[in-house]
C-alpha cells in the first residue's frame, strides 16, 4: 500500500468529543481515492459505486497528523476497486481501513469499458 496524502487534524476536523470527525475523514478518503483511481486509470469520467464496511479502528487528535494510503485490488471491465487504510503518519497506528471502494468510469451518464487491466500511474 502506498500512502499519497497527508492531513493535519484541525478544530474544523473534530467531532463533539474532541476527535476526528468521522465525516471529514471518509470525505478526504473519497476525494483521495477518486484521485488514485483517475491516476490508475490515466483517465477521469468516475463515479465512486459502493464502499464496503468501514472499520473505525482509532482516532486522531487536534494537531495529529494522519496519511491515507491506495491500494487497487483489481480491474473490472468498466470498474476499479480500491482499499484504503489512513494511519497516524509517526505512530503507524491504523485509524480506518476500508476493503473495497468501487469505481465505475462512466461515459454519457452510463457505465462504459475503461480498457485497463492494470495500474498505469503508481
Known amino acids: 500500500m502506498q500512502f499519497f496524502s497527508r492531513k493535519l487534524i484541525k478544530p474544523q476536523d473534530l467531532n ?11 470525505s478526504w478518503v473519497d476525494e483521495e481515492s477518486a484521485i488514485f483511481v483517475t491516476c490508475q486509470l490515466d483517465k477521469g469520467n468516475i463515479v465512486t459505486k459502493y464502499m464496503s464496511e468501514i472499520d473505525f479502528v482509532s482516532s486522531a487528535g487536534l494537531g495529529d ?18 482499499r484504503c487504510e489512513v494511519r497516524q503518519k ?26 485497463i487491466n492494470e495500474a498505469q500511474n503508481e
Do not use: C, W
Open 16 to 26: 463533539a468529543h474532541g476527535t476526528l470527525f468521522g465525516g471529514s475523514v471518509l
Open 65 to 82: 497528523i494522519i496519511e491515507i494510503g491506495m491500494e487497487t485490488v483489481k480491474f473490472g471491465t468498466t470498474s476499479i476497486t480500491v
Open 90 to 115: 509517526f505512530t503507524k497506528e491504523t485509524i480506518i481501513k476500508i476493503d473495497k471502494i468501487v469505481f465505475v468510469h462512466m461515459v454519457d451518464g452510463k457505465p462504459a469499458p475503461h480498457g
